[in-house]
């Protein structure tokens, strides 16, 4: 199903991926409407899933997390992926979990605080049934990292409607 976005629609989105602890008001003074108005289409879009979350994005060398490693895995067969997926998804260490073409059938996005914490976590991804093949590549220095998205006019949902 698709939806159509309105410009009053865009600049929250756009706002909100800019500023994403911007209170209601502020908000509604930047798309000029009133306080009500901003949190009616907040909810709405939410409800269609085109706002899923609120986060604070944290630098994690503070917290010492110190390496970004991508690790493109080779399992063996689509009746692993399941066990895969959930094994990625109950480690906090694994940032994102993807299905991919090329070498490997998934690539891992992780986080671990140095390299003796990434080679403990490689080795349990290892151990995983089903995984046959890891490749790994460490991340020397990052220059973009962002969730931002150019939004357009016309949004397709996924699934059913909310």
Sequence with gaps: MSVVLDEIDIKILNHLQKAGRAQRNEI??????????????MRKLEERGLIQEYVAVLDATLFHFDITAFIFVE???SHHYPEFVKHASQHPEVLECHSITGDGSHMLKVRTKNTTTFEQFLSQVQSWEGVSKTRSNIVLSTFKESQKI???KTVTLKGATR
């Design 28 to 41: 509604a003074e930047v798309v000029h409407l009133s306080v009500p108005s901003v949190s009616e289409r």
């Design 150 to 152: 150019p939004i357009e």
């Design 75 to 77: 399992v063996d067969g």
